[in-house]
């Protein structure tokens, strides 16, 4: 606090109280604390047509303690029995732990929490502890027909995790987070599915100490949410991390996996590449726990050669510019950037602020030269790979850049971006706490398609008065890229905030444009999945569920449409 | 001819007759002769204890016409609606037609033909021309029940096409071969299914002239069989190219795709990349005709710079060092070279006699070197992509080869391989017209399994006495390889044969192999799958089978295994 020179209102600077609402709202680490600077604060005000007066008094902040008074309604029998496969201490089942595991980080569950509204939690939780305790779980639950539902992370943005139907959930990050195999020939590494993010990389970096391994590696997926969310999560949503665009998205990294369902044990083999049939790995990445529970997963590893990393930085004269240099890079065949990130003009604005760049020397360099506020766009990134490969890549993508009217930045823009890279959700609750909401969605657009989606999705989000909408690309292939959008709103209900979603996903399948890149579907998005793929590929789906599930016990709700009405679209 | 300087056998040197047995087992161009020379002539002598005599008469040679005498069972007024479809001119029931969209490139094909064996053929041959006329026929179809095969090039060697049940069969290569649309900002392709791998890459090459670009590109995909294969057959069988170390299997290439199905129209959106729940592309590419037909589908395409390419070869002096370097190189991160290509001990002699390197001076520098005789193995090479990313790719793999102890072979021996790259089929004909067969088999392995699956596989293939048996890689991946065994046996049954083919997949099973890595599947293997994939696996199949076509139309008869029974494995 107090680096403000004015008006600094009193930003959240406490950790929740332990079994508060707040506790589970709060992203991340409940010691470390984001908030706006600033000239962010300033901006806002504008935009949102506030003074300091509306930040002097906080809404609803969630600081009550959860009251344990939901019921459960699983009979004892089963308690019993699922105690004797976990262990008594692995089964609970109070209101605050039954909570914790049902709502995500979705704004939507934010607001929830909030404002103490409990709903659709499971009756019970278990912290099973091997692959065996969750086969045993997943026989017996078929037997029994009671809902399963899954948490590793936890930091589901489309109500992943849900309970709607109750039932029990199996919270797979506490004690189901081993490392199995760890095969440096193969480059490979095989762990339990509620391995979280950084123990993964932990010991891929230390593998020489920690596995007896020749060298060091890196598992190559970093989501933003990488410090709160693990490899099940990972894998069952089709995720991406930020470096995708060099080490490629989840299913990519995917070798094989095993996952316990209702019908029995589906394992695939490891084997590099095959020709036998439909792809059954292709077929459970993306089932978001709706097919059965991931158990173990074998992921690709990659050579940890931090020291090869080359960073840059770009800004581009206008959008039309940014897009035609990163196709003709992604189309260059020299190899991908790691990090591979394009900022429309409205974020280039937002971001240049925030890196303290507005006003300064550079800025008044990049005016002179012709890069206008709300016109120009910022190009971050860095390389990943062997040493001249990396070089070489910097060399040939600068050529690009500058092809395209592009000024280089330096590499500092970049370490800036780098250091928040995983901290900037931090910064929704304090804003929240004096009504202004950011929350993000993403989709995925070919090349062509590209202006038209973006002009569509803005002039949607912008027809609400008083929004910031900031838009990148953070995911590029040769055939095109995510566009992933972020808003910020103030003072809106919660009804009128899902509609306003609501409006975001009817806009994306009006313009042709995936739903999804990376989020996944989940519960939130799910009513949209059969607009978006068609009828007849969503059959597919259909009978997938029924074949694996027919009595819907897992992740039922609504977990990629399957069992929810369609919504009827607004803009067609 | 006559280039022997010793006896020579009056090897094939005449078009086969036309409407003959020949005419369809021979491979490719009618004019195109290929067969062994001197050393390899006399190799093999010595191998299946042959002598000049044994090469003076010639076995059946299915020289004799196809006689016209296998009734058409189709009922006139069914006939007469196909006609109605696709034009009078397009629908065919002569045997002779019948005959040669059924059988494909297999050895037992090849066997029939040469003994006028006449099974498992369509009723009727249909030409449609269009994507709707296709969705016409397979609507017509299912609701009278009549079976549907496809042939795109002809040159499936797992029966894929085998029209076992009767039916129609659709001969997509004659009139659904056309460029639907070139989009030059997405670098994509969509074409019919019938389109040729040739008249696609003369497409792309020319796309300036032809299509109106401004540049010029590749399709990156190019199996052995390229002058004689199609994309519907590259697509439906998941297969691979020989440069699919650098541009990917086709499962990479495919961006989007049309089915029409009992069920309707399968078309998936075309997107980069996505996170909407099971990948629909994955479950359609390798259904091999057993779900339904494909019509239309979209590629990505690559720049065409063939100017950039760099040759390397090199010898190791073993085939553990040898497997050590392809796995350094494919786990560097400095990209992957496109042709790589790694002979086992054997396949290496072979080679080095066919290249007329045997007996030379850098024959003599190899053995003083210490490369010896049967134990060294061939390394051969070229990378694609921007130029310094080649050079640069050339360099590491250097370094990496030397680490092993190879010695660098220049660049001629790969030129060698690549003139023969696509006609190295014509050989069969040839040689089997005196009795020694040629096959084929191939699977893959992650890179700890590779030294049991070549050891086991080659003790079996040489557990039967006079066999040569030569493998290598030729698709390398960070995590594995394919292994492709290439055998030759002299005086076989065809019942024995198969056996003997037979054997090779019980023992990849056995030994943990996929069971193929780019041939596909077919009806020649299905048996096998279910062993090689688990039940739990196969019954995700059999459920995507019955919700397609529940009526079992499509390609039926033991595609995938699907309607036949598995097969007892012998070696477990």
């Known amino acids: 606090m107090g680096k403000y020179k004015g008006f600094c209102p009193e930003w959240e600077n406490e950790a929740p109280p332990k079994g508060s609402f707040r506790s589970i709202l709060k992203w991340g680490d409940p010691e470390f604390f984001k908030y706006p600077n600033e000239g962010m604060y300033t901006y806002m005000k504008k935009v949102f047509n506030m003074t300091d007066d509306d ?15 939901v019921p459960c309604r699983l009979d004892e029998n089963h308690l019993e029995h699922f ?4 262990g008594e201490a692995n089964v609970k089942t109070d209101t605050y732990n039954r909570l914790r595991v049902s709502y995500g ?8 929490l909030r404002n103490q509204v409990v709903e659709n939690i499971p009756d019970a939780v278990l912290y099973p502890s091997s692959k065996t305790q969750i086969e045993e779980i997943v026989a017996y639950c078929t037997e029994i027909k009671i809902p399963i539902y899954c948490r590793a992370g936890g930091s589901t943005v489309t109500r992943g995790m849900e309970a709607i139907k109750g039932g029990i959930s199996l919270d797979l990050a506490v004690n189901f987070n081993k490392v199995i195999e760890f095969n440096e020939k193969n480059q490979t590494i095989t762990v339990e599915s509620g391995m979280s993010g950084p123990e993964l990389e932990r010991y891929l970096n230390q593998a020489p100490e920690l596995l007896g391994a020749k060298g060091r590696y890196t598992c190559g997926h ?15 949503t089709r995720g991406a991390g930020q470096n995708s665009s060099y080490y490629g998205k989840i299913e990519d990294i995917v070798i094989c996996q095993e996952y316990a369902t ?4 589906v394992k695939t083999g490891e084997y590099p590449a095959k020709a036998i049939g439909p792809d059954i790995d292709q077929i459970m990445i993306g089932s978001e726990g709706a097919f059965g529970v991931l158990t173990h997963c074998t992921l690709r590893v990659f050579k940890h050669m931090p020291e090869n990393r080359k960073y840059f930085s770009y800004i581009f004269p206008s959008w039309e510019n940014a897009q035609a240099a990163a196709r003709d ?26 890196y303290k760049v507005e006003g300064t020397k550079i800025d008044k360099i990049m005016s002179r030269r012709g890069y206008k506020a709300m016109e120009r766009c910022l190009f971050l990134g860095f390389t990943d790979g062997e040493k ?4 070489n890549m910097k060399r040939k993508l600068h050529k690009i850049c500058k092809k395209y009217g592009a000024m280089y930045l330096t590499a500092q823009p970049t370490k800036e971006w780098e250091k928040g890279r995983f901290n900037d959700p931090y910064i929704r609750e304090p804003m929240q706490d004096f009504g202004i909401i950011i929350d993000t969605m993403e989709c ?6 590209m202006p038209k989606v973006h002009r569509g999705l803005r002039e949607y989000v912008k027809s609400r008065p008083n929004t910031i909408c900031m838009t990148h690309m953070s995911h590029v292939y040769p055939q095109g890229a995510n566009l992933y959008f972020i808003f910020l709103i103030a003072n809106v209900e919660p009804e009128e905030y899902l509609e306003f979603q609501a409006g975001i996903l009817d806009n994306y399948v009006k313009y042709g444009a995936a739903i999804s890149h990376h989020h996944g579907v989940g519960k939130a998005f799910g009513p949209w999945l059969e607009h978006n793929i068609g009828s007849t590929s969503y059959e597919i789906i259909r009978t997938l569920k029924e074949h694996f599930d027919p009595d819907n016990i897992m992740n039922p709700g609504g977990t990629l449409g399957l069992d929810v009405e369609r919504r009827e679209l607004k803009f067609k």
Chains 1, 2 share one sequence.
């Not at 930040?55 to 008074?69: A, R, S, Y």
């Not at 105690?83 to 976990?86: A, F, G, L, Q």
């Not at 001249?388 to 070089?391: A, R, T, Y």
């Open 105 to 112: 980080k979705t704004m939507i569950d934010l607001i929830r």
């Open 222 to 236: 970093f989501p933003q949410s990488f410090e709160y969310s693990g490899v099940g999560g990972w894998v069952v």
């Open 55 to 69: 930040f002097k008094e906080k809404k609803p902040e969630g600081l009550e303690t959860v009251p344990d008074n």
């Open 329 to 354: 890079i992604s189309q260059g065949e020299f190899g991908m950037p790691s990090v591979f990130r394009v900022s429309d003009p409205e974020e280039t604005s937002v971001m240049l602020s925030h």
């Open 262 to 265: 209702p019908v029995g044990i």
């Open 444 to 449: 995925s657009v070919s090349w062509d398609e």
């Open 388 to 391: 001249d490969f990396c070089k």
């Open 83 to 86: 105690r004797k496969i976990v």
